[in-house]
């Protein structure tokens, strides 16, 4: 049996967190920002680990190619999200099926959930997103294409980065409707 634990390493975008449980699955992900070790504490206890094993090794390999701009929708790593409610988890495997560079709008999230009236839910669900950016919450855009919030570090500053690499438009998808 693995062992959890946790990690800070190196991006080209500033170091990021990364945190693994006993059952091989992604307990946590934090993007750069000041204090990340301490973050990283707080949530997921004492460390860094000093042996990462392969599997979250796999998984740092990918996301830091994906921070230098490579096309990879991560969608394949396991998530340790049986603590949070089945509407959060709901929400974040629709973004999750997102592919880079496309993005929808909370309202689309909230229709393909079959809640329309529930676009501010869905955007309190990808504010408590702990697996940033392997669940991309900033491929979620306010109505219009507007930038909409980002509750990582930098904010939407951050948000608006990760889109840059992605590639991707402002502007929702052309088939999309706009709620929020």
């Not at 929708?73 to 973004?95: E, G, K, M, N, T």
């Not at 709008?105 to 997103?129: H, K």
């Not at 991309?136 to 980002?150: D, E, K, N, S, Y």
Request: charged content about 20%.
């Amino acid at each position: 049996m693995t062992d959890r634990g946790w990690v800070a390493f190196e991006t080209p975008v500033g170091v990021c967190g990364l945190a693994w449980d006993t059952q091989q699955r992604l307990a946590g992900s934090l993007l750069p920002g000041d204090g990340l070790s301490a973050r990283m504490r707080r949530r997921h206890g004492e460390g860094p680990s000093a042996e990462v094993p392969a599997f979250a090794q796999t998984w740092i390999t990918r996301l830091r190619a994906v921070m230098a701009g490579a096309n990879d929708d991560l969608s394949d790593i396991p998530l340790a999200d049986d603590d949070a409610p089945d509407f959060h988890r709901r929400v974040w495997a629709l973004a999750r099926a997102i592919p880079p560079g496309q993005t929808r709008t909370y309202g689309d999230l909230a229709l393909a959930l079959g809640e329309p009236g529930a676009a501010r839910a869905v955007g309190q669900a990808l504010g408590a997103n702990p697996f940033a950016p392997i669940v991309p919450c900033h491929r979620i855009l306010a109505a219009h294409g507007g930038a909409g919030g980002f509750s990582a570090p930098g904010g939407t500053r951050t948000k608006l980065q990760l889109l840059a690499l992605e590639h991707a438009r402002l502007t929702p998808h052309p088939d999309q409707t706009s709620l929020f």
